[in-house]
């Protein structure tokens, strides 16, 4: 049997408390965008080693398709996430190859370095002629649990309500992200068309107001 890829611990609740009335607070100061994959995206800390990154998830958010293809995904780095709200499933995706397996493998331009080259996070999408079979195993998280997912592995993250993340990017490279989509189908692009902010800025004020209850310091 494959060893599990997805590590997890707990953290302490005065922690989570702390984190939960931090964030709150950063919410309003940030900037936001929208990801296709049913989040909102900001940075904390951007340029730097270690990178940081509040994440936002609603089904509202989920742009139309992309969970039967776009949803899987690589990362070029190491990530370390702690669940300050909500839940959800980190499934991971292990691949073998095979050249009749119903998966394909594609590239995608990061969609910061797609922003700096066309002022769109859309980035280019292209087949790597790559096909694969799966397996899965499908690991569930709750609030107040931290998981690392390693970087070049394959995973879909399934938030089915109202969830905050707080992400550390770790070992970041400088290669393509990679996307596993059903063969012969379109991949459905997660920073395409992004809804607007009357559609968005609801999600984050909900957010924002259930973080600094549960926090404790809310006045």
């Given at each position: 049997?494959?060893?599990?890829?997805t590590?997890v611990s707990?953290i302490d609740p005065?922690?989570?408390?702390?984190?939960?009335g931090?964030?709150?607070?950063?919410?309003?100061?940030l900037?936001?965008?929208h990801?296709g994959?049913g989040l909102?995206?900001?940075?904390?800390?951007e340029?730097?080693?270690?990178?940081l990154?509040?994440?936002?998830w609603d089904r509202s958010?989920h742009?139309p398709?992309?969970?039967?293809?776009?949803?899987?995904?690589?990362?070029?780095f190491?990530l370390?996430?702690t669940?300050?709200?909500?839940d959800?499933?980190n499934?991971?995706?292990?691949?073998?190859?095979?050249p009749?397996?119903p998966?394909?493998?594609?590239?995608?331009v990061p969609a910061?370095k797609a922003f700096?080259?066309s002022g769109?996070?859309?980035g280019?999408v292209?087949?790597l002629?790559?096909r694969v079979?799966?397996?899965?195993?499908?690991?569930?998280?709750?609030a107040g649990?931290?998981?690392?997912?390693?970087k070049?592995?394959?995973?879909?993250?399934?938030?089915?309500?109202?969830?905050?993340?707080l992400?550390?990017?770790?070992?970041?490279?400088?290669?393509?992200?990679?996307?596993?989509a059903p063969?012969?189908?379109?991949v459905?692009?997660?920073?395409?068309?992004?809804?607007?902010?009357?559609r968005t800025?609801?999600v984050?004020?909900?957010?924002q107001?259930?973080?600094?209850?549960l926090?404790?310091?809310e006045?």
């Amino acid at each position: 049997m494959t060893p599990p890829l997805t590590q997890v611990s707990r953290i302490d609740p005065d922690e989570l408390a702390y984190l939960r009335g931090l964030v709150a607070r950063l919410i309003p100061t940030l900037d936001w965008r929208h990801n296709g994959l049913g989040l909102m995206q900001a940075y904390v800390h951007e340029g730097v080693r270690r990178e940081l990154r509040v994440h936002v998830w609603d089904r509202s958010l989920h742009r139309p398709g992309i969970e039967r293809s776009g949803l899987l995904h690589d990362h070029r780095f190491d990530l370390r996430s702690t669940l300050l709200l909500g839940d959800l499933v980190n499934v991971e995706y292990h691949l073998t190859p095979d050249p009749d397996g119903p998966y394909a493998l594609h590239s995608v331009v990061p969609a910061r370095k797609a922003f700096a080259m066309s002022g769109q996070h859309d980035g280019l999408v292209r087949d790597l002629g790559d096909r694969v079979s799966v397996t899965t195993r499908e690991v569930p998280l709750c609030a107040g649990d931290r998981y690392f997912f390693p970087k070049l592995q394959f995973h879909g993250t399934l938030a089915h309500n109202l969830t905050v993340t707080l992400v550390e990017k770790l070992n970041q490279t400088d290669d393509l992200a990679r996307i596993l989509a059903p063969r012969d189908e379109p991949v459905v692009h997660a920073f395409a068309n992004p809804y607007s902010k009357d559609r968005t800025q609801p999600v984050l004020d909900q957010a924002q107001r259930l973080l600094l209850k549960l926090s404790g310091y809310e006045r």
